[in-house]
Structures are given as structure tokens and as C-alpha cells.
């Protein structure tokens, strides 16, 4: 008798994508616990909910440096679901993953097989909720990854297509890498993805133009969308003008070594099946094919995409780890086939499932907002309850720091278009508040027209208790802030948390 051949040389006994289904939605079922996962996902909400209160984007509906598709995705959801509604967000996050996790294996699958198909989604499954909580956030790499997987899958069929169905494919395609771009500026670089697909085909010219000009219709019908609720150069200065001058590449002059020390050395401890299957493929990159090279570039580009602004927050790294799943997943499948990968095979179950385990009793412990084990140090959920017991649901209220959670959690909707400050500097190291993208001297004369509009409730500053590190920016710094307390007095500090509320307002601590 030979050897017994492991259980990845057999067929496997339940569909693909019910197997990556359920491994994604177990893997996320911490997401579904706590309100807040990021919070990123809290000025979204907040500037979502502006939007449905009929706001202008990149106006008196919302101020951030992201491109306008994830705030119309959270107004949507908010607008089926409810105010502040973020289990649903939360269930949209995790249909966005697996639908990726299933083009994954499309591609793994065309490329080598259907168990390389099923190992890319699964690891696609697992190893976005790995590192850290924000893993599994509803952010906006998230929503990109899943228009560049369908992207990368469109571009590696046109490879094998004939000329008519080529272009179609390859021109939606580049719809898809604007839609992305919606989501994040950076995601416009995959377009080389394409031209890296096509540049080596027959009447490549025209495949190249065909995609550029999808590219440019859908882009050019989102510019639209934009004109139509917001302003174009607002957009342009808040999301151009600003990232690359105040924000862009910033961590490069700072403290790039420890942020690589703690985002991007943990999250490839974390997913180091991946890389090391990924680094083991590249050996044999030479023998690759066609449709496999594509791949390749899409994680080249991905990767420097995700290390551009010297930041290295761990979920950056979504955006490799996409295209790393399909080519790890293609490698062991090489291996895991024969008979004799049988210690192969307990080794990637082990990387896989002890990563997957420990992470998610990590998530159920660990609170993300404040980033600590069991209950917050503040309470930032006892002053928003404060907040809530002492508004109604029609009020306004305005948090002076970088704290959007208080308007989610107080169920209320920001006073002001502005829901964070000095969002990306370095808070704990004192960073000067005129570096801030967003503490420029155009930010305080459309503060003060936002109080004229809607005079807050509430004023919650959370300087006085150091939350998200805001200790060093009291509201004495910024006299234009200051300046529009004058009729406000204190009427509680709730949990190191000063609210100030209108003199002539009769709120009891």
C-alpha cells in the first residue's frame, strides 16, 4: 500500500463558497459585539448622518480626506437600517469580504485549482480580522479591495478572451478601479495592473485605450455625483490639496521606524502563512504564467500603495493581502496535493487556525477605540450616556477633539461639519496644531458659521480627559474656539469630561 494521501488531496466535501462564507462570517462574529470597531467608522458614521440630514459633502455635511464613496455607503446603509445603525454596517463589511473572499478563489482557481481557489478565500476570510481590532472595521480598504478583486479577475479573462469580449471586460475593469479610487485616492495606481495585463496582448493599444476609458466614465459620473450634492473644489482641497501637503507621506519625517515596528513586523507575524507561501511563489516567478504575473503586479503595487505614507497601520495591509492570498494559495497548492505533505498540511492548518483563534478571543477582550483590555479607562460610553440623558433626539451637539464615537454613541448629530480634529498628527508628541490638515485658519471661520446654523446643545470637550491623546490641545489654545463658548458655561465634568451648555439653557449635572 502506498501512503495515505492528506485530506487537501481530497475533494472536498462542501461547496467553495459556502466553505468561505462560513469561515468569513466566524471569524468576524466579534465585529457584531460592540458598536464601534475603529474610530474611523465613527466619523463616517457622523459625517453619513450629516449627509442624510441633507448636508453638503466636503461642506455643512461633512469635512474629511477620503473620497466620497464611503460616506454615501454608511448614509445608505443608515437610510434602510436607521440612525447610527452600525450592525448594519457591520453586516455590510462582512458581505464586502466574502464576496472578495469568492473573487479570490476565482482567480486561484482559473489560475491553478479549485482547492488553491478555496485557500484563497478562506485566507482572505481569516487573515483581515487578525493584528488588531480595526481589522475588522467597516473601512475603506475594505470596500476598495472588493472593485480591485473584480478588477484583477476581469483583467486576468481578458488575457484569455477574444478581442470583442476582451474590451468589454477590460473596460469595466477600469470602471472598477475608479470606484475604488471613490473609496481611497491610492487605488487610482492599479490602473497599471491593467496596462501590465494588456501591454503584451494583441491590439493592446486599443485594449488600453478601452479601459482608460472606463476608467474616465465612471470616474467622470462620480465627479458628477459630487457636483451635484457638494462642491468640486472642496473636494479637490480636502482630499488633494490637503492629503498630499498636511498629511500624505508625513510619517516618513517622523517616527516611520516605530510604525513599521508596530504595524507592519506584528500584522506579518500575524498572517505569516501568507508571506512565507507568497515569498516561496516568487522563487518560481519566473515559471509563472501570464495570468498569474498579473497578480503579481497587483501585489507589487499594492504593497507600495499600502507603504506610501509611511504610516503602516495594519489595516493598510489589506491591500496586498488580497492579491497575497490567491498567490500563497496557488503556491501550497503545488505542494499540499502529493501524498507526502501531509506535515504541510498540519503546518498550514496550524497558521491558519491558531492566528484565527487567538485573534478572535483577543477581539472579544480588547476595546478598540481606547485600545484596552476590558472596560475603558475613561468610560468615554458614561459621558455619552450624560449626553444623551440630558438632549433630545432633535438636538445638536459639538465634541471639541478627535472623538466622533460620542456622537454614535449619544445617538446625536454634529453641530458642526467638522466631527475631529488634528485627525492623523502625532497628539502625543504635541504636535503643532498648524500642521493639522484640518486646524488650517480656513477651518474656524466655518466652525463659527456652523455654530450660527446650529448652536450646539452640548459643547463635550474631551481635551480635559486626554481622550484619542488630546491633552495637549484644551480649548484656551484655539481662541476662535474659545471665542464661541462665551455664552456657554460648565454644567458638568463627567468623567474628566467638561460639558459646557448655553447659559440660558436650564441642564442640571
Not at 102 to 126: D, H, P
Not at 223 to 233: C, G, H, I, Y
Not at 313 to 318: A, M, Q, S
Not at 476 to 494: G, K
Request: aromatic fraction near 12%; charge should be positive.
Amino acid at each position: 500500500m502506498g501512503p495515505t494521501p492528506s485530506r487537501w488531496a481530497r475533494p472536498a466535501a462542501w461547496p467553495p463558497w459556502l466553505v468561505i462564507a462560513v469561515v468569513a462570517a466566524v471569524c468576524r462574529i466579534p465585529s457584531f459585539l460592540r458598536p464601534l470597531l475603529d474610530d474611523d467608522e465613527a466619523q463616517y458614521a457622523a459625517i453619513g448622518e450629516l449627509l442624510r440630514a441633507g448636508g453638503r459633502l466636503y461642506g455643512d455635511g461633512g469635512v474629511d480626506n477620503k473620497p466620497p464613496g464611503i460616506y454615501w455607503t454608511y448614509a445608505a446603509v443608515f437610510d434602510a437600517s436607521g440612525r447610527y445603525a452600525m450592525w448594519a454596517i457591520h453586516l455590510v463589511a462582512l458581505a464586502v469580504v466574502i464576496a472578495t473572499a469568492w473573487i479570490l478563489c476565482a482567480i486561484a482557481t482559473r489560475i491553478a485549482s479549485r482547492r488553491a481557489g478555496v485557500l484563497a478565500g478562506v485566507f482572505y476570510g481569516v487573515f483581515t480580522t487578525v493584528y488588531y481590532p480595526k481589522m475588522l472595521a467597516a473601512n475603506t480598504e475594505i470596500f476598495m479591495m472588493l472593485a480591485l478583486s473584480g478588477m484583477a479577475l476581469l483583467v486576468v479573462r481578458a488575457r484569455e478572451a477574444r478581442l470583442g469580449p476582451a474590451l468589454g471586460a477590460l473596460a469595466a475593469a477600469g470602471a472598477l478601479v475608479a470606484v475604488a479610487s471613490g473609496y481611497k485616492q491610492s487605488a487610482a495606481i492599479n490602473l497599471a495592473v491593467i496596462a501590465a495585463g494588456v501591454v503584451a496582448a494583441r491590439a493592446w493599444l486599443a485594449r488600453l485605450v478601452v479601459a482608460g476609458l472606463g476608467f474616465a466614465a465612471a470616474l467622470g459620473a462620480g465627479a458628477l455625483a459630487v457636483a451635484a450634492t457638494s462642491s468640486l473644489p472642496a473636494m479637490w482641497h480636502w482630499c488633494v490639496t490637503q492629503v498630499v501637503g498636511s498629511y500624505g507621506a508625513s510619517a516618513w519625517h517622523g517616527s516611520v521606524w516605530h510604525n513599521i515596528a508596530v504595524g507592519l513586523v506584528p500584522f506579518v507575524a500575524s498572517s505569516l502563512l501568507v508571506w512565507l507561501a507568497g515569498a516561496a511563489r516568487a522563487a518560481r516567478i519566473r515559471a509563472a504564467g501570464a495570468a498569474e504575473r498579473i497578480v503579481w503586479v497587483w501585489f507589487a503595487i499594492s504593497l507600495a500603495s499600502a507603504v506610501a505614507g509611511g504610516h503602516f497601520f495594519g489595516h493598510y495591509f489589506i491591500q496586498p493581502l488580497a492579491p497575497l492570498t490567491a498567490l500563497a494559495a496557488i503556491e501550497l497548492d503545488d505542494r499540499l496535493g502529493a501524498s507526502t505533505a501531509r506535515a504541510l498540511a498540519r503546518v498550514v492548518e496550524a497558521l491558519t487556525v491558531l492566528p484565527a483563534a487567538g485573534f478572535f478571543a483577543f477581539n472579544l477582550v480588547f476595546e478598540p477605540i481606547t485600545e484596552a483590555f476590558g472596560g475603558p479607562d475613561p468610560d468615554f460610553r458614561i459621558p455619552a450616556a450624560w449626553v444623551r440623558d440630558h438632549t433630545g433626539p432633535g438636538d445638536r451637539i459639538f465634541v471639541w477633539g478627535m472623538f466622533a464615537p460620542t456622537y454614535v454613541l449619544a445617538d446625536r448629530l454634529p453641530a458642526s461639519r467638522f466631527v475631529g480634529f488634528l485627525r492623523g498628527a502625532e497628539r502625543n508628541k504635541n504636535a503643532p496644531p498648524e500642521l493639522g490638515w484640518d486646524t488650517g485658519p480656513e477651518v474656524w471661520p466655518a466652525l463659527a458659521d456652523d455654530f450660527a446654523r446650529h448652536r450646539p446643545a452640548v459643547v463635550i470637550d474631551t481635551s480635559t480627559a486626554d481622550l484619542m491623546s488630546f491633552g495637549n490641545y484644551p480649548i484656551r489654545r484655539f481662541p476662535a474656539v474659545a471665542a464661541l463658548l462665551r455664552d456657554y458655561r460648565v454644567a458638568a465634568v463627567v468623567d474628566r469630561v467638561t460639558m459646557y451648555v448655553p447659559a440660558d439653557r436650564g441642564i442640571s449635572p
